[in-house]
């Protein structure tokens, strides 16, 4: 995921075959899975958690560009089937925009950490705008097993920064190889986005 400070995913180069209603499925693939890094652009869920590659879609950010001929690569992100399903093809209405109600841009900004944050004890992902609001309700970021994931991977966190600890001295080599699958799991599974802690929770 990008280092920057003013998006969260760095796009690649763009795909040089033209793409269009009929082939961007094909061509834009792989270079999508280079660019979010084999993640959901929405729940960040990696496709090794999410069911793998048959379970992961293209999705469409704005809809109202699907039915064009060609197809703008930067309109194209790689979404879990979850999230391209329940984002459909809504799109804020002029009136709900003037609201503040948007959908939020990885590419273009940041999300997580600006404008959504994940409670530390429930585990749900908190919006702070009206655009983070939006953005988790209209994309089900709260959906039970999203929740269930972060979840498992703070409690495999916790893992390694005790009980791992606590035997290494007993068992060293076999701590070691313990800490080493669980990190690996857990840097697969959605990562954290904690609150500063003068933030007001809202949801």
């Known amino acids: ?33 280079r660019d979010f890094e084999d993640r959901c652009a929405y729940s960040c869920q990696h496709l090794s958690r999410a069911g793998g590659l048959k379970c992961m879609e293209i999705d469409h950010f704005d809809p109202r560009k699907k039915d064009r001929f060609i197809q703008e690569y930067e309109n194209l992100f790689l979404a879990t089937r979850h999230c391209n399903g329940a984002k459909s093809k809504f799109w804020p209405s002029g009136a709900e925009q003037a609201l503040g109600l948007r ?71 076999v701590a070691a190889e313990l800490a080493e699958a669980l990190r690996k799991q857990a840097e697969q599974m959605i990562p954290e986005f904690p609150a500063p802690t003068n933030t007001a929770r809202s949801t």
């Open 1 to 33: 995921m990008s280092s920057s400070t003013d998006s969260r995913i760095a796009r690649g180069p763009a795909p040089r075959k033209r793409l269009t209603r009929r082939n961007y499925r094909k061509v834009a693939l792989e270079p999508l899975r």
């Open 103 to 173: 959908y939020l841009n990885p590419c273009r900004e940041q999300d997580y950490g600006v404008h959504i944050f994940e409670d530390s004890k429930t585990h749900l992902l908190l919006g702070i705008t009206p655009a983070g609001k939006y953005h988790i309700r209209m994309c089900d970021l709260n959906a039970d097993h999203f929740v269930a994931e972060r979840r498992d991977r703070a409690e495999i966190w916790e893992m390694l920064r005790s009980a791992v600890t606590v035997k290494r001295n007993q068992m060293p080599q």
